[in-house]
């Protein structure tokens, strides 16, 4: 089905797959059935339809210049990165994100990489871009409506919060330090700033509340901002998550009860929309074994 926009870019949605997704291409005529990319004569897509609606030649080829990669998972090829840290960058955003998106990058996002491009290099902003949505909003609604309590948001601005600088003095990234070029070793110390993330606002970017005195689900999980702590507050405060030990107990990065390590130092396999996922509970994420549709 071809619904059209504003743009008068045809939007195209696979009448096959849960939830009607959108495809990644705006060709009135595409075949569904077939290879979002190439449309091949004899690249009919195997059922239930692969997430990214692509064939395994196409999964393998960079997106902007058709050679072969190593990667099973596509990408672009080392030429392709290296020449443009810009498409480097974006091509770290979700397939799901951008599908949400309207297929295409909104203007704010490329906006907001050229301006982190001048502070950071392109491999950082790709690496906060997977932390942020591996541990925020790949089991999370991509968009909210407007209520009396809360602030909306639509999937542009979960894509501009996946780049936006940390709100903190120390200029870290979500409470951590990376290493630098001449001291490789020093990777991940906390800042001490914002006690390693701990006085972030929110953990990370979210809407705020309009009454912050009816906390939502999220904020009751969360600490209370730096400014709103009380000097006994703030020396008493202990960060409300347990940190994984693995690494020789030198890795420290957050994790959820029932686990001690975090999903990198456990090993766990990616699922195909590329969220970490607990092998001993099945074999994808939640969101995609209960078929959730994507927004």
């Known amino acids: 089905m071809i619904v059209h926009r504003n743009s008068n870019q045809p939007i195209v949605r696979c009448d096959q797959c849960p939830g009607r997704p959108i495809l990644a291409t705006h060709r ?54 290296a020449a443009d840290p810009v498409r480097a960058v974006l091509a ?44 925020t909003w790949a089991n999370r609604p991509l968009e909210r409506k407007a209520d009396a309590d809360n602030d909306g948001y639509r999937p542009d601005d979960v894509a501009v919060w996946l780049l936006a600088p940390t709100p903190c003095a120390g200029r870290c990234e979500d409470g951590w330090h990376p290493a630098p070029p001449d001291r490789p070793t020093d990777d991940d110390q906390p800042c001490p700033v914002c006690r390693g993330g701990w006085l972030l ?34 020396v008493a405060y202990r960060p409300p998550h347990r940190e994984c030990d693995g690494r020789g107990g030198t890795c420290g990065r957050p994790v959820a009860d029932p686990y001690t390590q975090c999903p990198t130092c456990m090993g766990w396999p990616r699922c195909t929309c590329g969220v970490f996922y607990d092998p001993g509970r099945g074999d994808a994420c939640p969101t995609c074994r209960t078929g959730a549709p994507a927004r």
């Open 28 to 81: 009135a005529d595409t075949d569904t059935r077939k290879c979002v990319r190439c449309q091949g004569d004899h690249r009919w897509l195997s059922q239930p339809h692969p997430e990214d609606h692509l064939c395994e030649v196409c999964r393998r080829e960079c997106p902007v210049c058709q050679s072969a990669t190593d990667q099973e998972e596509g990408g672009l090829c080392r030429a392709c990165s």
């Open 92 to 135: 770290g955003l979700p397939d799901k994100l951008l599908r949400a998106c309207g297929g295409g990058v909104p203007p704010a996002v490329l906006q907001t990489v050229r301006n982190e491009l001048l502070r950071q290099p392109a491999a950082r902003l790709t690496a906060r871009i997977e932390r942020r949505w591996l541990t």
């Open 201 to 234: 606002p929110g953990h990370g970017p979210e809407p705020h509340n309009h009454d912050d005195n009816r906390p939502n689900d999220y904020q009751a999980q969360t600490a209370p901002t730096a400014a709103n702590r009380t000097p006994a507050q703030a």
